[in-house]
């Protein structure tokens, strides 16, 4: 193979296992998984320990240890199998109260932090707010909105906690009981931002029925045989009808999300991001809502 040969000495000799493992690892897994497929000399190279260990944070250790099942808890024979493992299967962390996880092809940080760590305006008065569990869900506790009107909610991370170089997105997952109400008229405001510093605010709709297609009706005059008789005929015409600002998407594990926000980790950076979501302007009650927690991760491309 035209690859294969291009891994030799002068003299003929193959280059060493170790030397293409040490070349694989300063790529990216994305780029590893694909080369072992296009010639057997990278195959057990891309395999090795040596390269996996490099795409791993170079804190995972330590992460791992503060999973509340414990470090024993990870059970994998390769560096290769803990990364996948940690790409599929989020651990949780610090008493529950995050979850972690890396993302798939470039292996960044991912957090999610539970609705428990997030401050909730009025969430521990039964009234308002109640605490549940959900099978679908990955932390032991949901927030469910009862009813309030002054809608409420920030949470915070470290960047050092993050990967650094990186451009992040801040995510609401939620989702919404059948009698849902109170979101569909008024947009709450987002906020993503270094604790400190100004922040620009987002519009979100949280109701995932604002912006779906809608149906106008149009009377038009019709005109039957040689009489002009004008008759009322009824023409639907679908229109998309979508407010400016975010709107909920569908998550591959059964939640939605709204983008609250982006914020960029600078290299040796330490500082607090602060993500806040706030209804307070309507004065209109609101029910129905369902909060798992802020996901972090990684923009694509970015």
């Known amino acids: 193979m035209a690859v294969e040969s291009h891994m030799r000495f002068a003299g003929g000799d193959e280059l060493p296992e170790g030397c293409i493992a040490n070349a694989l690892s300063l790529t990216s897994p994305k780029d590893a998984c694909r080369l072992s497929l296009v010639a057997s000399t990278f195959r057990s190279a891309a395999e090795s320990d040596a390269v996996w260990e490099r795409f791993l944070p170079p804190d995972y250790y330590d992460i791992i240890c503060r999973s509340i099942d414990g470090p024993d808890s990870v059970e994998v024979g390769s560096k290769k199998e803990l990364y996948l493992h940690l790409c599929d ?20 940080k991912c957090y999610m932090l539970a609705a428990r760590s997030l401050q909730i305006v009025w969430g521990d008065t039964p009234r308002y707010w109640r605490w549940i569990s959900l099978p679908e869900s990955r932390f032991s506790e949901v927030a469910e909105l009862l009813d309030v009107c002054w809608f409420d909610m920030s949470g915070k991370i470290n960047t050092n906690m993050l990967s650094p170089d990186t451009r992040y997105g801040a995510y609401l997952v939620f989702t919404t009981k059948s009698r849902a109400y109170g979101f569909g008229d008024q947009p709450a405001e987002s906020s993503v931002g270094i604790a400190g510093h100004e922040r620009e605010t987002q519009t979100v709709y949280l109701d995932p029925q604002v912006g779906r297609r809608q149906y106008r009706y149009q009377v038009v005059p019709r005109r039957l045989g040689i009489f002009t008789h004008h008759m009322t005929h009824i023409l639907r015409q679908e229109v998309e009808d979508e407010p400016e600002g975010r709107h909920p998407k569908q998550r591959s594990d059964g939640w939605m999300e709204i983008e609250l926000g982006e914020f960029f980790v600078k290299r040796g950076q330490e500082a607090e991001v602060e993500m806040s979501l706030t209804e307070v302007k309507g004065g209109n009650w609101k029910s129905g809502l369902i909060i798992e927690g802020i996901d972090i991760r990684p923009k694509e491309g970015k």
Do not use: Q
């Open 89 to 108: 299967h989020p651990i949780l962390v610090d008493g529950g109260t995050k979850s972690f996880s890396l993302e798939k092809w470039s292996g960044k």
